[in-house]
């Protein structure tokens, strides 16, 4: 199963000592966010799970939702998370709604060796920085997602003249362009962008030629 | 150990095969995510002592494999990077494998990227099985 963000969050969910747990770190317009909460109440451990979808709030208890917090046999926290992300990511793109759940499927060891699951909250993050994109630049097309070994995801967009490529990173996003001239010699320019993202959408103009961020080939 | 494979020097032109998982590699585009080069110590297999079938088939679940891909040792080393031969006995874990090498180094996400242009080819994985 994908990992949340925090140790000691497993499956069944089990009681736990903080009062917040686990946060999804996105922009501050973000257009989904998600955090557990944990709310002791007569003795026993509830967990409440918080969307917001654009600036309105709301906050439902996890068991309303349908979680299994006690073993009782309903969806766990981290599967129902995995199925709310993948209809998210249905909403961008079909095509990156199936990915999505390839990727969420993938067990610890996929590669054959140490590669982690890929991490609910980096999943968010992805799927909050596309949505913003999406939102400002309707025609931008989804990218190709896969895994990093470290739990990480990888954004790739290509043409046949550049490629744009960006990951999430522990403080930020790792941006990498390359321009592909006509010899095929390749052209690699490099960014590091905070955790707001704010430069996101230049990026994603360069890529389309409709701006000139970096040297054309 | 008296019965160990002493390692050997992989000249620049001798190419290393690497498993690309098919999480990681983009058919529309026949493009391989350059995290399949997201590791320290990157293991693959050296030309000399195996071959991509082989390569392949050392994977735990090889039908998982899509492409077996191919750089050339010297690419690896043109980019800061330096290739060992790291042979392993029947007592490592992966092994009895000769050919096994690593492309040691850091990886920055730019020479990550630059390691999968680097690639001189994919063969294709004819037992790769498509996940349900």
């Not at chain 1, 926290?77 to 998210?88: D, H, M, P």
């Not at chain 2, 494979?5 to 391989?32: M, Y």
Request: hydrophobic content about 35%; glycine content about 6%.
């Amino acid at each position: 199963m994908p990992t949340l963000a925090e140790p000691g969050l497993h499956e069944p969910c089990r009681p736990f000592s903080s009062s917040r747990l686990w946060n999804i770190c996105a922009p501050r317009d973000a257009w989904y966010s998600s955090s557990v909460f944990e709310e002791p109440r007569a003795g026993i451990t509830s967990l409440s799970w918080e969307f917001r979808h654009g600036w309105e709030g709301e906050r439902q208890p996890l068991q309303s939702l349908g979680v299994n917090t006690l073993g009782s046999g309903l969806p766990s926290l981290s599967e129902r998370l995995s199925g709310q992300l993948a209809t998210l990511a249905d909403h961008l793109s079909p095509e990156l709604g199936e990915k999505v759940r390839e990727i969420l499927s993938l067990e610890p060891g996929w590669d054959g060796e140490t590669a982690q699951s890929v991490r609910l909250n980096v999943v968010a993050n992805v799927l909050s920085l596309l949505a913003r994109l999406r939102r400002d630049r309707l025609e931008l097309v989804m990218p190709f997602v896969a895994p990093t070994f470290d739990g990480g995801l990888w954004l790739d967009w290509t043409s046949p003249r550049r490629t744009l490529e960006i990951e999430a990173e522990a403080c930020g996003w790792s941006v990498v362009g390359t321009t592909i001239g006509r010899d095929g010699t390749r052209g690699y320019f490099e960014a590091v962008e905070d955790a707001q993202a704010t430069r996101m959408t230049d990026f994603c103009d360069w890529f389309r030629g409709d701006l000139q961020l970096w040297p054309t080939a | 150990m008296a019965d160990s494979i002493a390692p050997e020097f992989i000249p620049d032109p001798d190419l290393l095969f690497c498993r690309v998982h098919w999480s990681q590699f983009n058919v529309k585009e026949n493009r391989i995510a350059r995290s399949v080069f997201g590791k320290v110590n990157q293991s693959v297999d050296w030309s000399k002592y195996a071959t991509r079938e082989e390569t392949l088939a050392r994977h735990r679940k090889p039908e998982e494999i899509r492409p077996v891909a191919s750089i050339a040792a010297g690419a690896c080393r043109d980019l800061n990077q330096t290739v060992v031969h790291v042979p392993l006995e029947s007592t490592d874990p992966g092994g009895p494998n000769r050919a096994h090498s690593e492309i040691r180094g850091e990886k920055s996400k730019l020479t990550q990227s630059r390691l999968r242009d680097a690639l001189t080819d994919v063969w294709p994985n004819p037992s790769f099985r498509p996940i349900p």
